[in-house]
């Protein structure tokens, strides 16, 4: 695609509902990243990933998050039983490869749990 | 591990006037890679400006330019003959040039533009 696209582009969901975050990075491009924005903060690294590998998961902050990456394209993220905290705007960005220095972002999916 | 910060919540600046906004880094590597992006309202993250560590010069890209002082862990962006457009938040960001080559973001600038 000519961007990084993510959907859905805003979620209002229940405390307690699980939710999946959609990632579609551009065609062709090999390294994908999973950021999370809270209200007023810098972007917090959640998992990284090379082809459908992901060799750094450090920054998923409890066993409810998950992730996963199909046929080296498009990313899902998971959130299980989502909390209030879990409300903010996760943003996904993809690189041609792991080398490469530019990363393209998506406009993110701002997550609302009530 | 690796951090930055920006010590500035926001600042402004009146059009066609100059602004420089500030981050600093703490590393132990040698080699790597800073950034300056840039998100609208949109949410949209766009390159701004980058520099590799190895080179001396310091990047610029129109009307920004950044002054990279390694020994200070020091990288600052100008931004010259500020444009309405340049209204955003602004981030600096970290990266390896090793391992999982994941970026570490500042805590972000915002930037208004006072016509």
């Known amino acids: 695609g000519a961007g990084v696209s993510q959907s859905p582009s805003n979620k209002v969901t229940e405390k307690g509902k699980d939710v999946e975050l959609r990632c579609d990075p551009i065609?062709?491009?090999?390294?994908l990243y999973w950021y999370r924005q809270s209200l007023g903060q810098g972007l917090e690294f959640l998992i990284y990933?090379?082809?459908?590998?992901?060799?750094?998961k450090s920054g998923l902050p409890s066993d409810r998050f998950s992730a996963e990456r199909t046929g080296g394209s498009v990313s899902t993220l998971t959130i299980q039983r989502t909390q209030q905290e879990d409300s903010a705007v996760y943003l996904c960005?993809?690189?041609?490869?792991?080398?490469?220095?530019?990363?393209?972002f998506g406009q993110g999916t701002r997550l609302t749990v009530v | 591990a690796q951090t930055v910060t920006q010590s500035q919540p926001e600042m402004s600046v009146q059009e066609a006037e100059t602004v420089t906004l500030s981050c600093t880094y703490d590393?132990?590597?040698?080699?790597?890679?800073l950034f300056w992006y840039k998100q609208p309202p949109s949410r949209q993250m766009i390159l701004v400006i980058r520099?590799?560590?190895?080179?001396?010069q310091n990047a610029t890209e129109n009307r920004f330019s950044v002054n990279f002082q390694k020994a200070a862990k020091s990288f600052s962006l100008k931004i010259s003959d500020s444009q309405l457009g340049d209204a955003a938040m602004y981030f600096c960001a970290y990266r390896t040039t090793s391992g999982t080559y994941k970026y570490i973001f500042g805590t972000g600038t915002r930037l208004k533009v006072l016509a």
């Open positions: 990933f090379q082809g459908n590998s992901a060799p750094d």
């Open positions: 065609s062709g491009h090999t390294a």
């Open positions: 960005a993809s690189s041609a490869n792991r080398g490469d220095t530019e990363a393209f």
């Open positions: 520099q590799e560590a190895y080179k001396q």
């Open positions: 590393t132990s590597e040698s080699d790597y890679y």
